[in-house]
């Protein structure tokens, strides 16, 4: 389907009108009107681009202000932007790479922190062996916050198990957790404490719920130094600094949207029929199904969602979205549709 505006809560198709339960605009914030008045101002002030490096002589304030917030906001040491979740990733990864770590990926981890030539976490849903052993070496583990076809966060239970022999690097994407998930929306990465835990890196992309230009790595502030320094940030432009003022000016805009997601996430669980169709939990704003069916039944009443071949699952995805942004009309006719589809 292709579309001439940006999808909200309706799209027109073929100059039919569609409900819209999908894209990744969690908080609505990408169409909400007051947040773009805020944007309008902003570019004025920093330019529609700012494509310079982050250690030329010329540094825009912006960028230090935000990230000492957004640190703060996360409880991390630090933090560094970048023009993309996905850059963020890559830089982690690539410097990580050049030591002599071993990589481990949680099932299913995001291609941008997926390394060359990493092993499975899990081995027939047992830890892998290698883990257990009494070598002693430096291990890099690789996990998003928030799987694919999952609403509810990574246990990290696993730590637990995994020999002390290991020196454990964690790396995880909080790019579909971050702005709906933990206290104010934070994430997780502050609520993971092991003692197992030698370094602790948080990727994401700031271009989901909180509807930005960008992408930003948290961590110590040992590690942030080191990946500033790295040819890749030297060389590239930074994160769009109107979008980051953006953010600082509306932190009111993003609480009010947030507790409208909530109150949303809250009647649909009271009105939808729980079924082994599909996946839902009421702190988290996405129905995951495997069934192609699910997706026929709404369509068939005008509603449309993500449905696409994600990279690291055989079968098509089916990613039903509920935002800020959907009223309770949506939401009704979403629950009838499902409650009533034979799935």
Same mark, same amino acid.
């Given at each position: ?46 330019? &529609? ?37 996905? #850059? ?43 883990? *257990?052993?009494? @070598? ?18 990574? &246990? ?21 957790? #971050? ?46 130094? *080191?990946?500033?320094?790295?040819? !890749? ?25 947030? *507790?409208?997601?909530?109150?949303? #996430? ?19 704003? @996405? ?6 069916? !699910? ?38 006719? #979403? ?9």
């Amino acid at each position: 389907m292709i579309v001439d505006e940006f999808p909200d809560r309706e799209i027109m198709v073929n100059g039919e009108k569609y409900l819209y339960f999908g894209g990744t605009s969690y908080l609505g914030m990408a169409t909400n009107t007051e947040f773009q008045e805020i944007i309008s101002e902003s570019l004025k002030k920093w330019g &529609s681009f700012y494509g310079s490096s982050r250690n030329a002589n010329i540094k825009l304030a912006i960028y230090e202000k935000f990230e000492n917030y957004f640190s703060c906001f996360l409880g991390a040491e630090t933090a560094l932007t970048v023009s993309s979740g996905t #850059l963020a990733g890559k830089m982690v990864i690539d410097y990580l790479a050049k030591s002599k770590s071993t990589f481990f990926h949680y099932p299913k981890t995001h291609p941008a922190i997926l390394a060359p030539n990493s092993l499975p976490l899990f081995i027939d849903n047992k830890l892998h062996p290698k883990l *257990q052993d009494g @070598v002693l070496e430096d291990i890099v583990i690789t996990v998003d916050a928030i799987l694919p076809l999952e609403t509810a966060p990574v &246990s990290f239970d696993f730590l637990n198990e995994i020999s002390s022999q290991k020196k454990i690097t964690l790396v995880l994407d909080e790019s579909h957790s #971050l702005g709906v998930i933990g206290k104010l929306g934070a994430g997780i990465y502050a609520t993971i404490q092991s003692e197992k835990l030698h370094k602790k890196i948080m990727i994401a992309s700031l271009g989901k719920a909180l509807g930005l230009s960008g992408g930003i790595i948290s961590s110590d502030k040992e590690f942030i130094e *080191q990946i500033r320094a790295e040819p !890749i940030f030297v060389s590239s432009s930074g994160a769009n600094p109107a979008y980051l003022e953006a953010y600082m000016k509306g932190l009111h805009v993003y609480e009010k949207q947030r *507790q409208l997601l909530t109150k949303n #996430l809250n009647y649909l669980a009271k009105i939808l029929v729980p079924k082994q169709a599909f996946q839902f939990n009421k702190a988290y704003p @996405v129905i995951y199904s495997n069934s192609d069916e !699910i997706y026929k039944a709404l369509l068939k009443e005008k509603i449309v969602f993500a449905r696409f071949k994600y990279p690291t699952y055989e079968n098509y995805m089916n990613r039903i979205v509920i935002t800020a942004n959907h009223i309770r009309a949506d939401l009704e006719k #979403l629950a009838s549709v499902l409650n009533s589809a034979g799935i």
